[in-house]
């Protein structure tokens, strides 16, 4: 049975925790660490096998443990990600946007190459990452439309240095248009999808992003848009976001808990 150390108890987290101690996920959870020990208390009450909470991010790798699985923020990727390698554990990132810094990525790729060990990224909030694998090589234009509720939006790192309240916002509006390394680094909690597409198809720089906010949705929307020699991919996601946090959609959480159902299982693997 794999042992699997949780970086993060937020609303994914929670939902990852759950699905292990359920036996969903056929694996122990056996240490968990989120800034907040209030959030990992609460965490650990709800689990009938309760994981050790330890004392920073980086006593979860130097315990005996198969994986840790990051739901924390970008932030706790650059923080802990080298060193869970370095420990010569796998690691799982849904705060996918860390790795468009080409530093970052770097670094993290190299050790998983020098620790042989394995970095994965579920698709998260978005389908059709495998089509966009097959068509990489034939790619001419990229993008994605993300639409969510304001509230979904509030606390980015955008609104820092920009006049737009998203208060007053009383009809569909566009509030960012720019490429994904951008989008990322200003809607850290919010874009991840985008960091998945560029790392799948042509890069950050050629990965085209707009964010709409919108106060009559209930849903968060991803709209695909791929073309190139290969033909025209187009698609559109629209998702429930999770009941703790309107930022997060349900099916990246389901994403995650897929990839890791498939770590911890020797079956028949379907997909790309
Ligand atoms: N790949 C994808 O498609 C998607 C990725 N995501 C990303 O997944 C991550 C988890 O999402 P979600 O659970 O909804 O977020 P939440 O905000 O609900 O939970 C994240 C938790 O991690 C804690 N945390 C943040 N930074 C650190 C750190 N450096 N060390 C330890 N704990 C930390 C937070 O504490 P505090 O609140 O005190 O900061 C919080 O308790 C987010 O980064 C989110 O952007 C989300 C949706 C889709
Ligand atoms: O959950 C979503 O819809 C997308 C999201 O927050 C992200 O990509 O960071």
């Known amino acids: 049975m794999k042992r699997i150390g949780l970086l993060g108890c ?5 939902q990852i925790a759950l699905a292990i101690d359920s036996g969903k996920v056929p694996a122990t959870l056996t240490h968990v660490f989120d800034d907040s020990k209030e959030k990992s208390k609460l965490l650990v009450e709800k689990l009938t096998h309760k994981p050790e909470i330890v004392e920073n991010s980086h006593l979860l790798s130097s315990n005996p443990i198969d994986i840790v ?8 990727v650059r923080d802990a990600g080298l060193s869970v390698l370095q420990n010569k554990k796998d690691l799982m990132i849904m705060s996918v946007g860390a790795l468009l810094d080409e530093s970052i990525y770097d670094i993290l790729s190299d050790a998983c190459k020098d620790f042989k060990k394995t970095i994965y990224l579920p698709s998260g909030a978005i389908a059709g990452l495998d089509g966009i694998k097959s068509v990489k ?3 001419e234009s990229i993008s994605i439309t993300t639409t969510k ?12 240095n920009s006049e737009i309240n998203l208060d007053e916002i009383n009809s569909s509006t566009v509030i960012f248009e720019g490429i994904a390394k951008e989008a ?7 874009i991840n999808v985008a960091a998945l597409l560029s790392l799948t198809g042509i890069g950050s720089e050629k990965t085209h992003v707009k964010i709409v906010a919108d106060p ?3 849903k968060n929307t991803h709209h695909i848009e791929a073309e190139g020699k290969f033909g025209k991919m187009t698609y559109t996601i629209e998702n429930y976001p999770d009941e703790n946090n309107p930022k997060t959609s349900r099916l990246a959480i389901l994403s ?11 079956d028949i693997q379907i997909g790309t």
């Open 10 to 14: 937020g609303a994914m987290g929670t």
């Open 69 to 76: 699985v990051e739901a924390a923020s970008q932030d706790a």
């Open 137 to 139: 090589g034939e790619l």
């Open 149 to 160: 509720h304001p509230r979904s939006l509030k606390g980015a790192k955008f609104f820092e």
């Open 184 to 190: 990322v680094s200003l809607f850290p909690a919010n």
């Open 216 to 218: 009559n949705t209930d």
């Open 256 to 266: 995650a808990i897929e990839t890791l159902k498939k770590y911890c299982s020797n």
